[in-house]
């Protein structure tokens, strides 16, 4: 959601809204994600002073990810809560800048949609022991170091 500076300085603080927006644009293709639903947001909207605002978001949306075994596509829901900073000043660390006059909160969001998806996923959890149970059988002592177990 989009908020000039004077919009934002109009508003009763805190502002509570609810949002579906369709970020497939912004992360199809991105790392392993094949697709994306809308996403739900609701946002809440506080005043931290001279033009800094705490953003509070329950992002809630479905990533269908490739599996990182067999490439096919699974689905993957996102239920998260975060918090961000936006501020005009560039000095304050860990925020987000608001440039222009213009407060956007899209690349809050990706980011923390982003986050919150896993590194790889995989349905094949037969295949995973399997390949534990492989290298178990590797761990096996050769009988001419046998002795020098001991040392350590």
């Keep these: 959601m989009k908020f000039t500076i004077a919009q ?25 994600i094949l697709k994306v639903s809308y996403t739900h947001v609701t946002e809440t909207i506080y005043n ?3 033009d800094s605002y705490r953003i ?3 992002i809630d949306c479905n990533l269908i990810l490739s599996d990182s075994i067999t490439l096919e596509e699974i689905e993957y829901p996102i239920n998260a809560k975060a918090s961000e900073v936006f501020s005009t ?14 407060l956007d909160t899209k690349e809050a969001i990706i980011a923390n949609i982003l986050c919150n998806k896993p590194m790889s996923i995989t349905n094949y959890e037969d295949e995973i022991s399997d390949v534990e ?16 177990k001991d040392l350590l």
């Design 8 to 32: 934002l300085r109009k508003l009763s603080m805190p502002y509570q809204f609810s949002e579906d927006i369709d970020l497939s644009s912004d992360l199809n293709g991105l790392e392993d």
């Design 48 to 50: 931290r002073g001279d």
């Design 56 to 58: 509070d978001f329950t």
């Design 89 to 102: 000043d560039e000095k304050e660390e860990d925020a987000f800048l608001i440039e222009g006059i213009t």
């Design 133 to 148: 149970e492989d290298n178990k059988e590797d761990d096996h002592v050769n009988p001419a170091f046998a002795s020098l």
